[in-house]
């Protein structure tokens, strides 16, 4: 481990800075092209948020909700209710985890989530698109290390490690269609759309 | 210029969740350092931003701060007034556009926006100690190389020269002391202030 070196005010102004309008100019795309995608649903990102968290983790907690969701405990709870209420969640205790208390999708919640994956609109998606000269050079989508890393330091190893699970779990239920159970034509319909004009 | 290659759902799907997560949780911890940093002068986030971008480019358009902003022009205008009223801004011409009306940095709003910088403390900013590491090993702060492309190719070229602009007169005026003209003190106390702990 090397030791710390030194560094200026005025160096870190200008990095802080960038980051700041570099993370609200990321942000604001995100954020719009998420709503108009899930908007003809009735949720909001904080609830399409919980549902996939539910999704990926097989049942979460607030607290997960809150952590990997980034969002205050008492908007986890509020929204996990409302979900609730609607018939996309349930509330109860894990197999191995009687104490406390966790969030599980229901059917009805599966099929919405599902619902709303399958109308996901490449073309709709701004950053996505923004991505594809580099997609194009490099013959991948930006892996956006640096960032990563930064987010790992912030937010712990457990954060990152969540999100690359919940990449697994696409690309396995993707493969084995346990969560698409019901979706074998909508996956022939996934590869027919793949964009061909290479 | 190589041709557009394909990509399948899937893989456009599992980037575009991940760059959601990454720039969700990027942007809450800029956003919550950020007000706590400026509350103390009774300014928002989008108060501040349009403090600066007057700044730096020495006038600034409604349209100008709404782009570099990233605001909805409603809001850039609203929070212009709001800061005219409270003194810190001017609508009026530029010398060399007397068509359009730019907002200027009073003498006040200069002395606001000056006390902002000089209260900006490294130790408080989440992504800035988040960095250090990256910092430490390579001896700069990360340039989210990826990052700045992405977001050059949604909001164009202009975007990110005002960017590097906007560095550049942080550079400029801090060797100058144009800006920071009353500032020879602070500026040694910003020398003093370095982290040496090499």
Redesign the interface.
């Given at each position: 481990m090397?030791?710390?070196?030194?560094?200026?005010?005025?160096?870190?102004?200008?990095?802080?800075?960038?980051?700041?309008?570099?993370?609200?100019?990321?942000?604001?795309?995100?954020e719009k092209d998420?709503q108009t995608w899930i908007k003809p649903y009735g949720l909001n990102i904080n609830e399409h948020?919980i549902l996939?968290i539910s999704y990926y983790l097989e049942g979460a907690s607030i607290s997960d909700i809150s952590k990997?969701?980034?969002m205050h405990v008492s908007t986890a709870f509020n929204f996990s209710k409302k979900l609730e209420e609607r018939g996309y969640l349930k509330f109860s205790k894990k197999e191995n985890d009687k104490r406390n208390t966790y969030v599980f999708l229901t059917e009805k919640g599966k099929e919405l989530l599902l619902n709303t994956?399958e109308s996901?609109q490449?073309s709709n998606?701004?950053?996505?698109?923004?991505?594809?000269?580099?997609?194009?050079?490099y013959?991948k989508?930006?892996?956006?290390?640096?960032?990563?890393?930064?987010?790992r330091?912030?937010?712990g190893d457990d954060?990152t490690s969540i999100?690359e699970k919940?990449?697994q779990k696409?690309?396995d239920d993707?493969k084995t269609n346990d969560f698409l159970i019901d979706s074998v034509l909508e996956k022939e319909e996934?590869?027919k759309?793949?964009?061909?004009?290479?």
């Open positions: 090397k030791e710390e070196q030194s560094y200026s005010l005025k160096e870190a102004m200008i990095f802080s800075h960038k980051v700041g309008q570099l993370s609200k100019a990321l942000w604001k795309v995100v998420w948020h996939w990997f969701g980034v994956l996901y490449p998606d701004g950053v996505l698109n923004g991505s594809l000269p580099l997609r194009n050079l013959g989508f930006p892996e956006f290390t640096e960032l990563m890393c930064v987010v330091e912030i937010y954060f999100f919940s990449f696409i690309e993707y996934f590869e759309k793949e964009v061909s004009s290479k």
